[in-house]
């Protein structure tokens, strides 16, 4: 497309201080399109302070992160900023993530169903057992190089390791026992020992905390998976009961647990402050 005419320098001054009115403005818009010359002669009339304004605007606007579903959720329960984007970053925060827990749990609580008519009480067992384990897969990919995209970045951060830690650490158990709960909603002969799984979970986070202090998180939530499915197995083998480390003593010995791994991190937060653990 060729132009057979170009805009006066008084008229391209008067567009760029905004002193041009609206229809000659439109005009010329449309013209400049089409005109390099006039685009030149454009360029020469704006201050450079305001292309490098306009410029960055329009970086701003283009550029800048869009928080996702969990950083939104975040800042409407008006978590800090900072604080939203370094949970948001969180393997195991992200919505894929929380869909496959929720997905799993389904169909554990369909296949529960589904089995208890022939063995109710295998059926609650494995319920319960994956359910307490929930959690500490989701803290296992929750902080530290090679699991965490973002570990460098939360390094990097003004906040304190094992505060970071501690913050993802509660996303991840708070998002783990919702999912959980509902899914043990659906559980057949619905009962007080459907709620089993509360405080092995909890005790497994602290000690997968706890552990943290001397090893990597992933290492640390194997180990403690690896225990708690041998305990459960050694309980269920030895006193005949599939569901005994659900009884009451269980339950007590998850509380110790929780108290004394709680000890542990109080006297060794630290050591998040020199690099995660090896």
Not at 65 to 74: D, F, I, S, Y
């Amino acid at each position: 497309m060729t132009t057979t005419w170009h805009a006066d320098p008084p008229t391209l001054e008067a567009y760029a201080t905004g002193a041009l009115d609206d229809v000659r403005a439109s005009s010329l818009e449309a013209h400049l399109l089409a005109c390099g010359t006039c685009r030149d002669g454009l360029a020469a009339s704006v201050p450079a302070a305001s292309l490098d304004r306009m410029w960055h605007e329009v970086v701003v606007s283009l550029d800048a992160p869009r928080p996702g579903l969990v950083e939104r959720a975040l800042l409407a329960l008006r978590v800090p900023e900072h604080a939203a984007r370094l949970l948001a970053a969180t393997p195991s925060l992200r919505l894929s993530w929380l869909l496959a827990e929720a997905v799993a749990l389904g169909f554990a609580a369909l296949a529960a169903n589904v089995a208890s008519g022939n063995d109710a009480d295998l059926a609650r067992f494995l319920f319960l057992v994956f359910a307490a384990l929930l959690p500490v897969a989701g803290i296992a990919v929750a902080f530290g190089p090679g699991v965490d995209p973002a570990y460098e970045i939360g390094a990097a951060a003004p906040m304190r390791a094992d505060v970071l830690l501690a913050m993802r650490a509660c996303a991840v158990l708070t998002t783990s026992l919702v999912i959980t709960g509902c899914a043990a909603l659906a559980m057949p002969g619905l009962d007080a020992i459907a709620a089993a799984w509360l405080l092995p979970s909890l005790g497994l986070t602290f000690v997968t905390l706890a552990l943290g202090t001397w090893w990597r998180p992933f290492v640390a939530a194997s180990a403690a998976a690896l225990g708690w499915v041998a305990i459960v197995s050694i309980a269920a083998v030895a006193s005949q009961d599939r569901l005994a480390a659900f009884r009451p003593v269980a339950q007590a010995a998850c509380l110790a647990a929780i108290v004394v791994s709680a000890a542990v991190l109080a006297r060794r937060h630290t050591v998040f402050e020199e690099g995660i653990v090896t």
